[in-house]
């Protein structure tokens, strides 16, 4: 599907297209997938949904902006069709009782679900390497890691399966899979898109998002999740303004190229396209200037304190009594849990359990969780003054292109060094979103930053700067 959504979703209310041919098209290219982006299809239910679009639309009811079009969430959102797996053995044979918000306000904005999204188990990864399910390959080379956590729904969009696709970013997990995949994938400000029914991973910063394989597609899909949820109680009001009005340009607009982020350890390739966006901003009428924020040293270390404390407390509701995999053959309850979670969880989480067990257990609490607190308020003060200067920050999403399947998982310290990047956003709380730049080889991306609830000016200057970019 090469038209935009808009586009292909006034076909659809034309009748020039059919929502059962969009959906058609869809599940078979999902099938003929060799990538293992999509671990479960829906038939079934998509096209039931497609149906009954087509019916409303054929007696004249009015439809929702995004009719017809398909799409897949990542296995961590709860769905009514479908299993729930977050891509772990201790989920595998989970129904979720109850839906996400978002997947409902996508329900009703008429698009149509074709199939849940392979991830890293409970979205602990940067490759989709540490799947349950096996991992996804990258459809710009096969032989490479589509990224992670979000590495299916990145994979489906690039290889041309749906339109769009439904991530979750807890330290990059839609920005880095997407610039090593070559769409745009968005992380919004922490908040504005409802996390009731996904599953946790760190609650502090995980965030929903888009990924599609245009600006303009990823702000029509928020402009329709975006909002206040009372069943989420760290929800945000959403923008008066449309998402979708990104009328500003890059004329006049200060970008401030972070120092830390063009350091030593950056990748040629990446830092030349960088580089090259920069000069491309300058033409088009904005300023560039160099940005120092000496906290980002730390924030890679931050993050690996706060995030697995709170994976430790969010996984502890996996025991083999309420839902999920039980192994009941033990003498008794701690038996049950021990058996259940040395089954269910793999090495990845099993790994971030004991971080995060360690970093708040006595003797340990103020010495690395409340530093690293400490440290993340220094890293909110640091950008909130950066912002005064500049109206985005700019830099690469990750140090690398994707690498090749299997040459970090023997060592975890380098595979979390991936994330190094993009783990401030989240941290802060700030919306960020990444771009494909155009390149001759491997796909790179841009990051593009700003402001708390800034996410419309934050679409409007990657939209224009995509436009420069062709």
């Given at each position: 599907?090469?038209?935009s ?7 659809i209310k034309?009748g020039?297209?059919s929502?059962v ?5 869809a599940?078979?290219r999902a ?7 999509v671990?479960e299809l829906l ?8 149906r ?5 639309i054929?007696?004249g009811t ?5 009719a017809?079009?398909?799409y897949?969430?990542k296995?961590n959102y709860l ?5 729930t797996?977050a ?10 009782p109850y839906q ?9 904005a008429g ?5 849940k999204?392979n991830?890293d188990?409970f ?10 399910f ?13 990224g992670?956590?979000?590495g299916g729904?990145?994979?489906?969009v690039a290889?041309?399966i ?5 991530g979750t ?6 920005r880095?899979?997407s610039?090593f995949?070559?769409v ?6 922490y ?8 599953i946790a991973?760190?609650s502090?910063?995980d965030?929903l998002?888009?990924?599609?394989k245009?600006?303009?597609d990823?702000a029509?899909?928020?402009d329709?999740?975006a909002g ?11 923008d008066?303004?449309?998402y979708?009005n990104?009328?500003e340009?890059?004329?006049g ?5 972070i120092k ?5 350890g950056v990748d ?6 960088v580089?090259?966006?920069a000069?491309t901003?300058k033409?088009?009428g904005?300023?560039?200037v160099?940005?120092?924020l000496?906290?980002?040293?730390l924030?890679?270390?931050?993050y690996?304190?706060?995030?697995p404390a709170?994976?430790?407390s969010?996984l502890g509701?996996?025991d ?5 995999l039980s ?9 049950v849990?021990?058996?259940t979670?040395?089954e269910g969880?793999n090495?990845?989480?099993?790994r971030r359990i004991?971080i ?5 257990g006595?003797?340990?609490?103020d010495?690395?969780?409340?530093k690293a607190q400490?440290?993340?308020?220094k890293l ?8 005064e200067?500049?109206d985005f920050l700019i ?8 690498f ?6 023997a060592d975890?310290?380098?595979m979390?060094l991936i ?6 956003a989240?941290?802060?709380g700030v919306p ?5 730049l155009?390149?001759?080889e491997l796909?790179i991306g ?5 402001p ?12 224009s700067?995509?436009e420069k970019l062709r």
């Amino acid at each position: 599907m090469s038209d935009s959504i808009a586009h292909t979703v006034a076909k659809i209310k034309s009748g020039e297209l059919s929502a059962v041919a969009v959906v058609t098209e869809a599940l078979e290219r999902a099938k003929t997938d060799n990538h293992n982006a999509v671990i479960e299809l829906l038939e079934d239910s998509a096209l039931s949904h497609a149906r009954k679009i087509d019916e409303a639309i054929a007696a004249g009811t009015e439809v929702g902006p995004l009719a017809g079009i398909p799409y897949v969430a990542k296995d961590n959102y709860l769905t009514h069709d479908g299993h729930t797996t977050a891509a772990s053995n201790i989920l595998k044979p989970f129904v979720a009782p109850y839906q996400a918000t978002a997947v409902n306000k996508l329900e009703e904005a008429g698009a149509i679900l074709i199939g849940k999204a392979n991830l890293d188990a409970f979205a602990h990864g940067g490759s989709t390497e540490n799947s349950d399910f096996g991992p996804t390959t990258n459809p710009a080379d096969s032989t490479r890691v589509a990224g992670g956590s979000s590495g299916g729904p990145v994979a489906a969009v690039a290889a041309g399966i749906v339109p769009f696709a439904l991530g979750t970013d807890t330290g990059g997990s839609i920005r880095e899979p997407s610039s090593f995949c070559g769409v745009v994938g968005l992380k919004p400000t922490y908040g504005l898109i409802s996390r009731y029914g996904v599953i946790a991973m760190a609650s502090s910063t995980d965030c929903l998002g888009p990924i599609a394989k245009t600006v303009v597609d990823a702000a029509l899909v928020l402009d329709v999740m975006a909002g206040r949820d009372a069943r989420d109680g760290t929800s945000i009001e959403r923008d008066e303004v449309s998402y979708t009005n990104l009328e500003e340009n890059l004329t006049g607009k200060k970008f401030g190229l972070i120092k830390q982020y063009m350091a030593e350890g950056v990748d040629e390739a990446v830092r030349s396209a960088v580089l090259a966006a920069a000069e491309t901003i300058k033409a088009a009428g904005g300023e560039v200037v160099d940005v120092d924020l000496p906290a980002l040293e730390l924030a890679l270390a931050c993050y690996y304190i706060i995030v697995p404390a709170e994976i430790s407390s969010n996984l502890g509701r996996y025991d083999g009594v309420r839902y999920g995999l039980s192994s009941s053959t033990g003498r008794d309850l701690n038996d049950v849990y021990e058996q259940t979670r040395e089954e269910g969880f793999n090495a990845e989480n099993k790994r971030r359990i004991m971080i995060g067990t360690f970093v708040t257990g006595s003797g340990y609490h103020d010495a690395y969780y409340l530093k690293a607190q400490t440290v993340r308020s220094k890293l909110i003060a640091e950008f909130a003054k950066a912002f005064e200067v500049a109206d985005f920050l700019i830099g690469p999403v990750a140090p690398t292109p994707a690498f090749k399947l299997g040459e970090l998982t023997a060592d975890p310290l380098q595979m979390y060094l991936i994330d190094i990047m993009t783990v401030a956003a989240n941290l802060v709380g700030v919306p960020s979103i990444s771009i494909p730049l155009p390149v001759d080889e491997l796909p790179i991306g841009l990051q593009i930053m700003a402001p708390q609830r800034q996410d419309r000016s934050v679409l409007a200057s990657a939209k224009s700067l995509e436009e420069k970019l062709r």
